[in-house]
């Protein structure tokens, strides 16, 4: 009897451990990244973690997602992987529900009232999610069986597409600057403006540039403006000497000598303005390298001949896909290295709120996990999930747990709205996420490795 209690103690010890220890190799790093970017060594200089996140998103993030996406995936597997995609945009509906409910609770300052929803309901469905997978399937003991880590990898790179469209869509008009708070955003970005004048370049906070390198490169005309409420509302309220013009391509006056027959044949106000504010979504920027890379992935393992070709030891192109490989390898200890450079920066001041803090900290890592595992179990039950691979049911449930994502500051800075706001609340996510991933890990191994186990025959 005491021997079998014995067995359980040691079980529950191994499955501790086994959530720990991934999360612990990813701190190791992580804490590397922090003292060679600290201000009291910098024994690294901040230029050179920028060159790095470069790296990361233009080389090593694009290859090792086109190598072992390409390689895994197939026209039957894009059929048993829909739910991926599908996970990606209930998180994020889900999310903004539960970030709707902090704001009702924790009343932030109205200003902030989108900015809270934006991180409650977006988590970092990339680069992190990568850095957890490979970190878990680096051991012989991992829990996943073999092509552990290829697996993986596929499944996270599959979801990125989703997340890098309502990135650049929905979150990047969701990050518009308040109307009504107009001018006292566009102080705020004009103070930011004056201290990078002189050192534009390398002044900007890693936070910014870590998963969007050249982010000031990419300002465009109405980028720090209300636009769409500038579309959309009247603006009696607001001074109009504040705000730009916006052309409506001859609403108000523009083409008003047409002939009414012809006034009667044009575009209705309403789809002009909708077309006026689509022409202004970023739609050019969701081409990025790695989204790149997961479309050449895509079609090329879509298509057998090709795949052939490209993928496989026999592969005459053999030799460019063990190239990609081995550079997608540097992946993980770099983007854990950027990491522990921004967290180096510390937090800045915020005036969130305290409250506000806490309450998207604890909706983003403690209940919407809660909220990931019934739905993700329910599907299974459903047979909404096709797939019988444990670790499928792993990064379904780990899109639920991340920390906010880091993209969301780059958009806080290109729209200049609430950016000392969006680089504390990451930086405290990010700090509090080594605990909550941990318990949550532990939490997931057993819903899928020993579910799965218990279920075969």
């Known amino acids: 009897m005491s021997g079998f209690a014995g067995g359980n103690v040691n079980s529950r010890v191994v499955d501790i451990l086994s959530g720990v220890v991934p999360l612990l190799k990813l701190i190791c790093l992580t804490v590397i990244g922090l003292l060679l970017a600290h201000p009291k060594t910098q024994l690294v200089p901040r230029a050179t973690f920028r060159l790095l996140s470069k790296l990361v998103f233009a080389l090593f993030l694009p290859c090792l997602i086109f190598t072992e996406l390409g390689e895994s995936i197939t026209l039957e597997n894009i059929v048993q992987w829909w739910f991926i995609p599908v996970n990606v945009l209930l998180s994020a509906v889900i999310g903004s529900l539960i970030g709707y409910l902090v704001v009702l609770i924790c009343r932030p300052p ?30 012989k003991t991992n829990p996943f069986g073999p092509s552990c880590n290829s697996r993986g990898v596929s499944y996270v790179s599959f979801a990125q597409w989703v997340a890098v469209i309502l990135v650049y869509t929905v979150v990047y008009h969701m990050m518009e600057p308040p109307l009504e708070y107009y001018e006292v955003v566009e102080e705020e970005g004009i103070e930011i403006e004056e201290v990078n004048v002189d050192n534009h370049d390398v002044s900007r906070p890693l936070l910014v540039v870590a998963e969007w390198p050249g982010i000031e490169d990419k300002e465009t005309e109405h980028c720090k403006t209300p636009f769409i409420a500038r579309v959309f509302n009247s603006i009696s309220s607001v001074s109009q000497a504040s705000l730009p013009e916006v052309d409506f391509g001859g609403e108000n ?69 063990d190239s990609l490989n081995i550079m997608g390898s540097a992946m993980v200890p770099s983007v854990m290295l950027v990491l522990g450079g921004m967290l180096s920066e510390g937090p800045n001041e915020s005036t969130l709120g305290l409250r506000t803090t806490i309450g998207i900290s604890v909706a983003r890592l403690l209940v919407l996990p809660l909220v990931g595992i019934g739905i993700v179990m329910s599907a299974d039950k459903l047979g909404l999930i096709s797939s019988a691979d444990p670790m499928f049911k792993f990064v379904l449930l780990l899109q639920y747990s991340t920390p906010s994502a880091i993209l969301l500051g780059a958009i806080a800075s290109l729209r200049g709205y609430a950016v000392r706001e969006a680089s504390a609340l990451l930086f405290w996510q990010h700090i509090f996420a080594l605990l909550s991933l941990t318990f949550y890990i532990v939490i997931f191994f057993k819903l899928t490795v020993e579910s799965t186990v218990q279920g075969m025959p």
Do not use: W
């Open 253 to 321: 006056g523009g083409e008003s000598s047409s002939p009414r027959s012809i006034q009667c044949l044009a575009e209705p106000r309403v789809m002009r303005r909708m077309r006026v504010v689509a022409e202004q979504t970023p739609v050019k920027h969701i081409l990025q390298p790695p989204t790149i890379a997961s479309l050449l992935a895509i079609i090329i393992g879509s298509v057998p001949q090709l795949k052939s070709v490209v993928f496989g030891y026999d592969a005459p192109l053999s030799f460019i896909t």
């Open 110 to 139: 109205p200003e902030f009232n989108r900015f809270t929803i934006v991180m409650t309901a977006f988590g970092n469905t990339g680069n992190l999610l990568l850095a957890i997978v490979s970190s878990v399937c680096h051991t």
